[in-house]
């Protein structure tokens, strides 16, 4: 059975003592607060057969394994909220720009206008374009449950390879509720396509269009690289809203 909250899952648990109950535990900073609130009523409430199966990543490294393939990043509103301002402005001194975007047309295009600007001076610069909901300490709560939950590890991303410090795993004192330790789970491995350019689209090498399985073996419905797997990638972006490049 499943189900998109950690806390259904929990309450899943609560109900079925005699069942395990694993919960797959995917995104970025911004859906780790909720998974460590479930965690953390489990223990509390002593229910034993709750756990987390984590394959959390987070950005601030992920940035840097990009560095070099953008003028400038868009960063996620959503992410930001949760860790603030921060690392963005440690990015720019290790010659990173940047902008928070938030998520309507205008807040898009004011932080896209504010790229286009700061893109025409010679220094890095960071500008926060989404302030009614990205403060400069982010949530403090939210990181504090993070901190107290979770370490930073190594983790493999579709088209990019390891990223050091890139991802999530729980703290040894949350072993028994570890579905990689409690369930001898060996490591996820991903195999890529060969076909596949993800990597090198992420990287702003090459355009969707320039991948031999683009629009063809590679669709929405049937996506073969992490660029089409999410609506939010490059390639289902320029597969939607690309006009005639993926052949239609």
Known sequence: RMVYSPLDALRIARENPAREVVFLSVGFETTVP?????LQKAEEEQIPNFSLLVANKTMPMAYRALKGSADAFLYPGH??????????KKLVEEGFSGVVAGFTLIELLTALLAIVKGCQKDTPFFLNCYPRVVQDEGNPRALAMISQTMDACDTEWRGLGTI?????????????????????IPALESHANKACRCGEILQGKCLPKDCKV???????????GACMVSSEG??????QYGGDVHGH
């Open 34 to 38: 909720a998974e460590c609130i479930a």
């Open 164 to 184: 050091p410090g890139s991802g999530l795993r729980l703290k040894e004192q949350y072993a028994n509720r570890d579905a990689f330790l409690r369930f001898a």
């Open 234 to 239: 490059t390639c289902a972006a320029y597969y």
């Open 79 to 88: 992410v930001c909220a949760i860790t603030g301002t921060g690392e963005c």
């Open 214 to 224: 683009f629009g063809k073996g590679c669709t929405p419905e049937h996506p073969i």
